[in-house]
């Protein structure tokens, strides 16, 4: 028989586990009468947890989000890939101050079983971390700003440092984050310019300005994001197919490097971008894959020329 306090531990830990639970389930798991669930529930509102009801034979018990954090019951793999998680966010730069994490990582290996501490040890001896350079580090709390303003809808005015250094204020409508795996960008619709999308680590301030707008027809942000990392510091674009399904295409040419378009069930158009001519035939001779240079004619010439260039070095070879 489990005492009133394991008890109330363990009713947390069904209320936090799923969205509801009728009175019923909560004794058959508990192992228990439906009149100790109801006093056991009883006693956790007294404690400050808000536990609410619904009457009737389909109504039970839903744990809202009140003002106090019930305490976690994880598993063995819960408890581990929480604490990887918060070693990357705090030795990753992820959310740009560190603190935070790391003392939330400290106080979690504290009460960490034997087993999961020791895998975690095993973790950290294998990992290598490249150091983070301080180019590209978000400004603590920024990512929290930033997504707040995505989610009320109002406009913010925008202190921006541009990747010429240039400081500019811009009135925006926030959209989205996207993360591309390296970095965070912010979508936004600039008032006085269209769809941009901006480096989350520029961002130097996010202004309330009290105006609510509506985003109507707006692009698919990871698209905006992928277009313009892939395309934007190049002076020459080129389009291609590939004779892939867009799945695989994003593998051979990931979506940080190239804007994939799917073409029917088994293609894939690519916009992609290059110093120059010469620059973009040897990446695509490179990938060793069938394709189609779609335009512009410069770059299918400079293709063509390269792989006659390969195949006569290979016949003298022979």
């Not at 798991?29 to 006093?39: E, N, Y």
């Amino acid at each position: 028989m489990l005492s009133a306090s394991a008890r109330l531990l363990r009713l947390l830990s069904l209320l936090a586990a799923r969205p509801s639970w009728t009175c019923g389930e909560l004794a058959e798991r508990m192992g228990v009468t439906d009149r100790t669930v109801r006093r056991d529930v009883a006693k956790l509102r007294e404690l400050g947890y808000s536990v609410d009801s619904e009457a009737g034979p389909w109504g039970g018990y839903r744990l809202r989000a009140g003002s106090r954090v019930p305490p976690l019951i994880l598993d063995d793999e819960e408890a581990l890939a929480v604490a990887v998680g918060l070693r990357e966010v705090a030795f990753g730069g992820i959310l740009g101050g560190d603190q935070a994490a790391l003392s939330a990582l400290l106080k979690l290996r504290q009460v960490l079983p034997a087993g999961v501490a020791g895998r975690l040890g095993e973790w950290d001896e294998a990992l290598v971390r490249l150091p983070w350079p301080e180019e590209g580090r978000l400004r603590p709390g920024m990512l929290l700003e930033l997504a707040a303003a995505c989610r009320r809808g109002e406009r913010v005015r925008l202190s921006y440092c541009d990747g010429k250094g240039r400081n500019t204020v811009r009135d925006v409508d926030p959209y989205r984050l996207v993360h591309t795996g390296r970095r965070w960008y912010f979508v936004a619709r600039d008032v006085a310019r269209g769809w941009r999308t901006f480096r989350a680590d520029r961002v130097e301030h996010v202004n309330p300005t009290g105006q609510q707008v509506e985003i109507t027809d707006p692009p698919d942000a990871a698209q905006l994001v992928s277009h313009n990392t892939a395309n934007g510091p190049y002076p020459l674009s080129a389009r291609i197919r590939l004779p892939l399904p867009l799945r695989e295409a994003q593998r051979l040419i990931p979506p940080t490097i190239g804007t994939h378009y799917p073409d029917g069930p088994e293609a894939t158009v690519v916009d992609i971008g290059g110093p120059d001519p010469d620059g973009l035939a040897r990446y695509l001779l490179g990938l060793a894959t069938p394709l189609q240079v779609l335009s512009p004619d410069s770059v299918r010439e400079a293709l063509i020329h390269r792989t006659r260039e390969l195949l006569s070095s290979v016949d003298r070879s022979a």
